[in-house]
Each structure stands twice: as structure tokens, then as C-alpha cells.
């Protein structure tokens, strides 16, 4: 996961919990416990019958299109691959022969 996105969704917790209203479960002063909403802010809610509470905002999924550049034309993505997944191929003999030509000069 990338942190923009977990940053994000934990701004939108911290939003939903600044907007949330705890009721006590009995009425009485010795049911009141930590984290309920007082009873003076109680007075006149509205319950919320929004399917979302907080929207989640939408990623933008299209890019527009444009024109091609020349250094885009000039490379080519499948070269670019190919010699990723050689060198990582080979990576175990060209690291063992440097090591063998480091011993052979010392």
C-alpha cells in the first residue's frame, strides 16, 4: 500500500469521528461512560439516513490522451524488460566473477 492512500483514509477517519455522536446506552448518570457524546449536544440530532456518511472519493481513472513524444518513440518499453529480467538473470555470475577477478589482483 502507498502512504497517500492510507494518509487519505485516515484523514477521513478523523473526519467521521469528529462527526460522531455516541448515545449512552441506559439513561442515568452511572451509565454514562467515556467517549459518549454529553447530554446538551444530544438534544436536537438527526439521525443520518445517507447511505454514505463520508464519501470516498472517486480515483480519476482516465488520462487524456495525447500526442506521442520522440523520446517516448526512440525507447522501447519491451527492450527495457528484457534487459531488466538479463540482468537480473545473470546478476549471480557477473557478481561471482568480480569477486573471482577482486581476489585474483590482491
Partial sequence: ?????LQVNV????????????????SGTKSVKKGDT?????KNVAQNTLKEIIPVPKPQLRIKARAITAD?????AYK???????NKHYLGAKMKKAKEAAAKES
Fill in 11 to 26: 484523514e477521513r477517519l478523523k473526519l467521521y469521528m469528529s462527526k460522531l455522536l455516541l448515545f449512552p446506552k441506559k
Fill in 1 to 5: 500500500r502507498c502512504t497517500e492512500s
Fill in 72 to 76: 517516448e518513440k526512440e525507447k522501447s
Fill in 80 to 86: 527495457a524488460l528484457k534487459k531488466a529480467r538479463t
Fill in 38 to 42: 454529553p447530554r446538551s449536544e444530544l
